[in-house]
């Protein structure tokens, strides 16, 4: 069986893309898992960043993407995909001079995405509150029919920054989320909403449809998990100040360590700086740790191992 993780939060430019990519490429590599990574957010950033644009597009104007199977749901016309969406080792087929990440395969998403998620929310097949059940639980049925949990050690979902079906669909069918967050009073606070979000809203819901509809034991997803487990909170894109004797800007270390008195062991006690060298890695379609752009240097790619394995001793 997988483990099945969400890197999530409703607030935009947080850091959640950025995340999914090295802790996927971490756990491909150095702990030599076999890796699925589901982009879910209809910006494509991952997809783009992993297959680099012309491959994305090529997959995006195919429809080999996740938006299929979101699709198949609301035109009944479009079949369920298979494991045809499923990309092996992209970051080789992007650039076949490297196959660094062999253990990686990937399932992008599409622009069109967005306007699916739409459609989803307005079309109801059978009984609603069935409908309601069946539209949360795409993902774990097509794991389920592709067999993911075989063959994949991780699944990993980069979600966008919002918590509507296409994101339920990804807490639905994992066992944890991590939840990568700017230590500045705004982002801060949404985390505890957010949490409660996820447990009423979502988990709370789902199986009061699974129970009312009510679905036959036989007919719930292998993949379908009742209850997301929070594995860490992770300081993200903190700012470091020469000044400060903490090494870093005072709204930051104030909302850290207000983080971490709320949050105990939750809160991730590494975290990933704001440092030159990130975007830039991201930019020229690689993790920090292959790529050769002056600024992602030692320090760079060692923060970011270092966040890795403490996520990774978290998933279990
Ligand atoms: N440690 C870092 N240092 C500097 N810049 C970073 C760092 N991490 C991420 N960034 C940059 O911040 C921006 C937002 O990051 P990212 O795309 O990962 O966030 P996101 O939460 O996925 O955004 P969205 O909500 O739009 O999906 C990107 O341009 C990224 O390259
Ligand atoms: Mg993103």
Redesign the pocket.
């Known amino acids: 069986m997988s483990t099945k993780v969400c890197v999530i939060?409703f607030?935009?430019?947080?850091?959640?893309?950025?995340?999914t990519i090295h802790l996927a490429t971490y756990l491909a590599s150095v702990k030599k898992k076999k890796v699925l990574v589901i982009d879910i957010?209809h910006?494509s950033?991952l997809s783009i960043v992993l297959l680099g644009g012309e491959l994305w597009e090529q997959k995006a104007n195919e429809n080999k993407t996740i938006n299929r199977l979101f699709e198949s749901y609301c035109k009944r016309t479009v079949a369920i995909p298979g494991n045809e969406i499923i990309i092996q080792n992209p970051f080789h087929l992007k650039d076949s001079r490297y196959n660094f990440y062999p253990n990686l395969d990937m399932v992008p998403a599409q622009f069109e995405l967005d306007n699916t998620e739409i459609e989803l929310a307005s079309t109801t097949i059978g009984s609603p509150t069935y409908a309601e059940w069946e539209k949360r639980t795409l993902i774990a049925s097509w794991l389920d029919k592709v067999k993911a949990h075989e063959i994949y050690d991780y699944i990993i979902y980069?979600c966008?920054?919002a918590t509507k079906l296409v994101s339920q669909n990804a807490v639905s069918a994992s066992d944890f989320y991590i939840i990568?967050v700017i230590p500045d009073e705004m982002s801060s606070r949404g985390v505890s909403h957010f949490q409660e979000l996820v447990k009423n809203n979502i988990n709370q819901k789902l199986e009061f449809y699974r129970k009312s509809a009510p679905v036959n034991a036989k007919d719930v997803p292998i993949n379908y998990v009742p209850s997301i487990k929070l594995a860490g909170i992770v300081p993200?894109?903190v700012k470091s100040s020469g000044r400060a004797i903490s090494g870093i800007v005072n709204i930051h270390t104030r909302q850290m360590d207000e983080l971490q008195t709320r949050w105990g062991d939750k809160y991730v006690e590494v975290n990933?700086?704001?440092?030159?060298g990130?975007?830039e890695s991201?930019?020229s379609g690689w993790p920090v740790w292959n790529t050769y752009v002056r600024n992602a240097t030692p320090a760079v790619k060692q923060m970011m191992t270092t966040v890795c394995e403490n996520i990774y001793s978290r998933l279990k």
């Open positions: 939060n607030k935009g430019g947080v850091g959640k893309t950025t995340l957010d910006q950033s980069d966008p920054p990568p993200f894109m990933v700086k704001n440092m030159v990130v975007p991201i930019e």
